[in-house]
């Protein structure tokens, strides 16, 4: 997957200018960097949800791609179980079977039919962890995945996020570098606006 001299103004203020960056075709990239430097305007740009002025992004054309935003984006008039039976696309007997596993491997297993008001922050984002890794995909995009949730809870989601996509490609946004360290194979150390790549930290897991 490349990204070549992409380029993305809004209102007339440059938020990528000519960025480019190759990643690899699985693994975990981390995009580290202050709030407000760009980073959820480059994964949009990646995800296709927000058109970029000029430069283009190849190898995204047939891979399924799961977003987890920085909001939640649960459906509110629905409850948890039902917001992750919502990707699925089994009969209605594999996604019940395929939710209950999902609520379970995040730790609500008693929470399933409370909606997402009823629901506190963390457990709000382990639903929609939940969603994301059962939606599936060849690329992940995350978001500050693991805000709201405690140290405990973090290390949990960071180990199965491993395991359910250990040959998808994650680029996950962050900034905190205790987190990046944690989950990355390379950090790419990102400033701006416009976004530019200040640093590259290769770290492989022991």
């Given at each position: 997957m490349e990204?070549?001299?992409?380029?993305?103004?809004?209102?007339?203020?440059?938020?990528?200018?000519?960025?480019?960056?190759?990643?690899?075709?699985?693994?975990?990239v981390?995009?580290?960097g202050?709030?407000?430097?760009?980073k959820?305007?480059?994964?949009?740009?990646?995800?296709?949800?927000?058109?970029?002025?000029?430069?283009?992004?190849?190898?995204?054309?047939d891979?399924?791609?799961?977003?987890?935003?920085?909001?939640?984006?649960?459906?509110?008039?629905i409850?948890?179980?039902?917001?992750?039976?919502?990707?699925?696309?089994?009969s209605a007997?594999?996604?019940?079977?395929q939710?209950?596993?999902?609520?379970?491997?995040?730790?609500?297993?008693?929470a399933?039919?409370?909606?997402?008001?009823e629901?506190s922050?963390g457990?709000?984002?382990?639903?929609?962890?939940?969603?994301?890794l059962a939606?599936?995909?060849?690329?992940f995009?995350?978001?500050?995945?693991f805000?709201?949730?405690?140290?405990e809870c973090?290390?949990e989601?960071?180990?199965?996020?491993?395991?359910?996509?250990?040959?998808?490609?994650?680029?996950?946004?962050?900034?905190?570098?205790?987190?990046?360290?944690?989950?990355?194979?390379?950090?790419?150390?990102?400033?701006?606006?416009?976004?530019?790549?200040?640093?590259t930290?290769?770290?492989?897991?022991?």
């Amino acid at each position: 997957m490349e990204i070549n001299h992409l380029t993305k103004l809004y209102n007339g203020k440059t938020v990528l200018d000519q960025f480019s960056v190759q990643l690899p075709s699985s693994g975990t990239v981390c995009l580290f960097g202050p709030s407000g430097c760009g980073k959820t305007t480059l994964l949009n740009c990646i995800a296709g949800l927000e058109p970029f002025d000029s430069g283009e992004i190849l190898g995204t054309g047939d891979l399924k791609i799961s977003y987890l935003f920085q909001e939640d984006r649960l459906l509110p008039w629905i409850s948890a179980r039902d917001n992750i039976a919502a990707v699925l696309v089994g009969s209605a007997r594999q996604n019940a079977e395929q939710t209950k596993n999902w609520l379970q491997l995040v730790g609500l297993t008693g929470a399933g039919n409370r909606r997402p008001a009823e629901l506190s922050g963390g457990m709000r984002r382990r639903v929609a962890i939940a969603r994301a890794l059962a939606f599936g995909g060849d690329l992940f995009l995350m978001d500050e995945p693991f805000q709201a949730l405690d140290a405990e809870c973090k290390e949990e989601m960071i180990a199965l996020l491993e395991e359910k996509t250990a040959d998808a490609l994650k680029i996950i946004v962050t900034h905190d570098f205790q987190e990046a360290q944690m989950l990355a194979d390379v950090i790419y150390v990102l400033d701006g606006p416009p976004v530019r790549i200040v640093d590259t930290i290769i770290k492989k897991h022991a």
